[in-house]
């Protein structure tokens, strides 16, 4: 099985609504190649998709500060990657 395979599978059940069955095909392609950003990407849509939004957006934030180059970005890295987990979380 190669990532094209996932990718390709996977995005197909999202676009036909089948998102339990994007995430468990998005899911196996991660474990088997857990460095492809792109399928880390894909499945993030996929989680959207299925509402949720909250590991969605974590898992955007890390792939994000593991793959920009732009400095700005990278200034905040540590303060991206702290909030990336906690982004309905309010402090006083």
């Not at 593991?66 to 006083?92: P, R, S």
Request: net charge negative.
């Amino acid at each position: 099985m190669n990532i094209w395979y996932n990718l390709d599978k996977g995005e197909s059940y999202k676009d036909k609504g089948k998102g339990e069955k994007s995430e468990k095909t998005f899911q196996k392609g991660i474990d088997l190649f857990p460095n492809n950003k792109a399928i880390q990407v894909f499945y993030a849509m996929t989680l959207y998709n299925v509402k949720q939004h909250e590991k969605s957006m974590e898992l955007l934030l890390k792939v994000l500060i593991h793959t920009t180059n732009d400095e700005e970005i990278l200034g905040y890295k540590k303060a991206i990657a702290f909030y990336a987990d906690k982004l309905d979380e309010v402090w006083e």
